[in-house]
């Protein structure tokens, strides 16, 4: 059986190119960067061209770039940070979050005692900013914003500068999770006053276990790994130079040929919008995940008009990899967040939410199996509401 992966948003296939690269450092250049001998600095060198490639991406200095493990561990580090040595006092945030900031908030409201306030979207998922600049303004605490670039369920995007722009006004921090969307947009930090954001290499083909996060210069930003001078004391622990050259062929390789990789995407998108269309009666598409400028071209949220909770076991048996949710919540019974902020209750408990996301390796055969898989499932509902309304 031939399997297709259509998962893309939970993690994607290292590129060749990366693998090599990282095989040559493994093999190479293992000295220890803070060493000073030849080994060292041969690895150093090597990490200071990736923070160079990823700064000029970014248009930022490359001081302001500080390697890390992942989304997760860039996303803790900042949210904890503001609140230990910033003194943010108040959170302003969404329940549209990955869990690793959702967790992060409220451990810090547990345990810090911070205030959280919820922007709640409406059931398209958009957020009304007025209501953000109300409530930066009531209040002088010192706060801090964290909203999601890309919405790694949804696809949803919100508007970077926008938000930024508001944030500054007010004087409050902007922390931007913006995993889904490095290396598949390209992103001008020098037009947009956001202070913090994180990456993680394995969702553009670089390995796991490596990201970075982005800290505004001067921002007095702390780490919360104690240790040796690494990352400019802001993240201790020897580097994964292995990963972080991963990290950089891949971002390399993305950008090159964005244009080339978001055309295909977007188009093996609509392709799927519009086979589901008209192959699935009632499917409807969650959010703006079907608005082409409103969200990602790399993820499609579809609603099935049924409830079949092991769809995904289902379609792993015919050998198609694809989510229910996130990666994060896709193993819960329990609904995820942003389909309960999304769906009405009565929706909720008549149908089945599914993730579709893309790379440029996806094909319009392998969303033809797709269809066909979810036709056949489709049918054995409406044959199952059939004899029942006979009985
Ligand atoms: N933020 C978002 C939006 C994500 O989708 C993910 C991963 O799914 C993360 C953060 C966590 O990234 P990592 O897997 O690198 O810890």
């Known amino acids: ?197 994180s990456c993680s290499a394995h969702k553009f083909h670089g390995p796991k276990g490596s990201g970075f996060a982005f800290i505004r210069k001067a921002s007095g930003l702390k780490g919360i790994i104690t240790g040796g001078p690494q990352e400019r004391t802001l993240r201790a622990g020897t580097e994964n130079v292995a990963g972080i050259v991963g990290l950089g062929k891949a971002l390399e390789i993305s950008l090159s040929l964005m244009q080339e990789y978001s055309t295909h995407m977007q188009e093996i998108k609509n392709y799927t919008i519009d086979r589901l269309s008209t192959e699935i009666e009632g499917v409807k598409f969650n959010g703006r995940s079907a608005e082409v400028d409103h969200s990602l071209y790399t993820v499609l949220s579809v609603l099935l008009p049924y409830k079949d909770p092991l769809i995904g076991l289902k379609l792993d048996m015919k050998g198609i990899a694809i989510s229910q949710g996130s990666a994060c919540s896709s193993g819960a019974t329990k609904p995820s967040m942003v389909m309960m902020m999304l769906l009405e209750e009565d929706e909720m408990q008549n149908s089945t939410p599914l993730r579709i996301s893309f790379s440029h390796l996806t094909t319009k055969e392998e969303i033809d199996v797709l269809i066909a898989a979810l036709i056949e499932i489709s049918a054995g509902y409406s044959i199952e509401k059939t004899n029942a309304e006979h009985r």
């Not at 997760?72 to 900031?101: A, D, Q």
């Not at 992060?104 to 409201?109: A, C, E, I, L, Y």
């Not at 409530?135 to 010192?142: T, V, Y």
């Not at 508001?166 to 037009?191: G, R, Y």
Request: with cysteine; proline share 3%.
């Open 1 to 197: 059986m031939n399997k297709i992966y259509l998962d893309n948003a939970a993690t994607t296939p290292l590129s060749a190119e990366v693998i090599d690269a990282m095989v040559n450092v493994l093999k190479i250049n293992y000295g220890n960067p803070s060493s000073t001998h030849s080994f060292g600095q041969e690895a150093k060198i090597l990490i200071e061209n990736v923070r160079r490639q990823v700064a000029d991406y970014l248009h930022v200095s490359p001081a302001e770039i500080i390697f890390t493990s992942c989304g997760t561990e860039s996303n803790n580090m900042i949210i904890k940070s503001c609140v230990n040595h910033l003194g943010v006092e108040r959170i302003i945030t969404s329940p549209m979050e990955h869990k690793c900031v959702a967790e992060t908030v409220m451990d810090m409201k547990k345990r810090k005692g911070v205030e959280v306030i919820y922007l709640r979207p409406d059931k398209k998922g958009d957020f009304d900013w007025n209501k953000l600049d109300e409530i930066l303004k009531s209040s002088d605490k010192k706060t801090l914003v964290t909203l999601m670039h890309a919405n790694n369920e949804i696809g949803n995007l919100i508007d970077l500068k926008k938000v930024a722009l508001i944030c500054q006004e007010n004087k409050a921090l902007f922390h931007s999770d913006t995993v889904q969307s490095m290396a598949h947009m390209n992103l001008d930090f020098s037009d947009i006053p956001l202070d913090f954001a």
